[in-house]
């Protein structure tokens, strides 16, 4: 795993673990990296299998996988870090990991922001994926089935030409065993959320007009997460698609997000 570490700028407030989403890489993040850095935050990040400078069929993984390789990433983290506090923050697949993960253990965690959650498909995605079913998938995990529209990434056609054009992006159909596995391990947090650690700070931010990660998904989340007693707080922001850190708006995103883990980590005492 090629973890990668951006230092803060002067003495680290915390620290965080980024984790970029489907099709994409951790590159796609530099400016988000910066102004986390900016804002006193050491980050890690890496490119998942099957994904950016990782080794692996294109864009061809079990989720389930993916959410042991972020667990393996937090131990790793957990022995370089120089703060005593730990953050999660994950979009849309990586949204789906970085909860699952901190679902199947939360200990060393001190609050987890989500962007975008791949939790719920849309109708047309989940039709083709359940036909079919995870159990073909993993005996048939390269057929092709969905491709994503890259229009629905931003409302920024500058952030859209540069997606498609971004050479390390995955830009083909959705793979089965991928939108299986999504879908499963989706399903299975929304099912598992009402054991969210009721400790344990959430951030989830989701694009209204998401036509890529239904927006109800995380709403159902953070539902149940409150059910719990969890410190759980949803935004979601009227018009915006699925990337929300290329979005038209995402400087006063990125604001919030600095903003709100600043705050947790005043609510929780010194790094």
Known sequence: ????????????????????????????YSHVIERFAAAGFDVF????????????????????????????????????????????FGHSMGGLVTAA????????VDAVVLSGPAFRQFPETAHVVSRMGYRLARLLPGVPTVKLDAGLVSRDPLAVR????????????????????MAVQGRRVLDHARLWDNK???????????GLANVDGSRE?????RLAGAPARLVTIPGAY???????????????????????LAESGPA
């Open 1 to 28: 795993m090629g973890l990668r570490h951006i230092i803060a700028n002067g003495q680290p407030r915390s620290t965080i673990l980024l984790l970029h989403g489907y099709a994409e890489h951790s590159g796609r």
């Open 45 to 88: 990040s890496y490119d998942q299998q099957g994904h950016g400078k990782s080794e692996g069929k294109r864009a061809r993984v079990d989720v389930a996988d993916l959410i042991a390789d972020h667990r393996v990433a937090r131990m790793m983290v957990g022995e370089r870090k120089r703060t005593e506090n730990l953050m999660l």
């Open 101 to 108: 993960s901190a679902l199947i253990d939360p200990s060393g």
């Open 162 to 181: 540069k997606y498609e054009r971004d050479p390390l992006n995955y830009h083909g159909r959705v793979p089965l065993l991928t939108g299986a596995s």
């Open 200 to 210: 344990l700070p959430l951030l989830v931010m989701h694009g209204e007009d998401d």
């Open 221 to 225: 989340f953070v539902a149940s997460a």
């Open 242 to 264: 699925h990337e929300l850190l290329q979005e038209l708006e995402r400087d006063d995103l990125q604001d919030q997000m600095v903003e709100w883990m600043i705050d947790q």
